[in-house]
């Protein structure tokens, strides 16, 4: 009964490969984030969807590429892998609700290792 | 440029005594304040939050307090207890520019230890 969950926990990979990771939310939420959380610890958002559609999308290069394909699930598709692009990601959802405070639930977390 | 700082990256604590975590921003549209606590090989998972026209919120042994004009929260527990040891992150939130949905701009963490 896990409400935030991400597959796989743990991705060790050559530089050059392509990668995903799948986060899939049972919470009924509308809005899904992801996040990178870099080696000195801080958790940077890097995209979100709401009911499939991005509306959150910052800096990051287009390797990365996030797929909706439907309001429960957010994948990660990561091309080219880089040494600099290892670190944990975090799926996240939430109701998405502008006017309050919209609790954001996060999943366990993908630890990637780029050699 | 960071605009959630947590400046002590660690902080132990004796079990029964308070613990005091900190947090500064620099952005005044944040309109929202929440704690996450974090356990290793775990997500962050959601404390308690704020509001900016409150100066205070209290749930259990939990109380975050906000100084608007210092640009500045704490996270008070107490008592603490082993169980608290984990990363506490302070994050802001604000609404994006197309006021549809909401961002999280979150600190680096603070490690809380605390001691039996």
């Known amino acids: 009964d896990t409400a935030v969950s991400q597959t796989p926990k743990y991705l060790v990979t050559q530089m050059g490969n392509d990668k995903s990771i799948k986060c899939e939310q049972n919470l009924g939420h509308d809005t899904m984030y992801w996040y990178k959380q870099d080696s000195k610890k801080f958790l940077k958002i890097m995209f979100s969807y709401n009911n499939k559609e991005l509306i959150i999308n910052e800096t990051v290069p287009n390797r990365f590429s996030p797929k909706s394909p439907d309001k429960a699930h957010l994948n990660l598709h990561i091309n080219s892998l880089e040494l600099g692009d290892s670190a944990v990601y975090f799926c996240?959802?939430?109701?998405?609700?502008?006017?309050?405070?919209?609790?954001?639930?996060f999943g366990p977390g993908t630890r990637l290792t780029v050699l | 440029d960071q605009q959630v700082k947590q400046n002590s990256p660690s902080l132990s604590v004796q079990e029964g005594r308070i613990s005091i975590l900190n947090c500064d921003y620099t952005n005044s549209m944040f309109d929202y304040f929440l704690w996450y606590k974090k356990y290793p090989a775990e997500g962050p998972t959601f404390l308690i939050s704020?509001?900016?026209?409150?100066d205070k919120n209290e749930d259990g042994r939990f109380t975050v307090f906000l100084n608007k004009s210092a640009k500045h929260l704490s996270l008070h527990i107490v008592p603490s207890q082993p169980g608290d040891s984990a990363v506490y992150f302070c994050a802001a939130s604000t609404t994006i520019s197309s006021g549809s949905a909401r961002q999280l701009t979150f600190g680096s963490g603070t490690q809380l230890t605390v001691l039996p």
């Open positions: 996240a959802s939430s109701q998405g609700f502008s006017g309050g405070v919209d609790e954001q639930f």
């Open positions: 704020i509001s900016s026209i409150k």
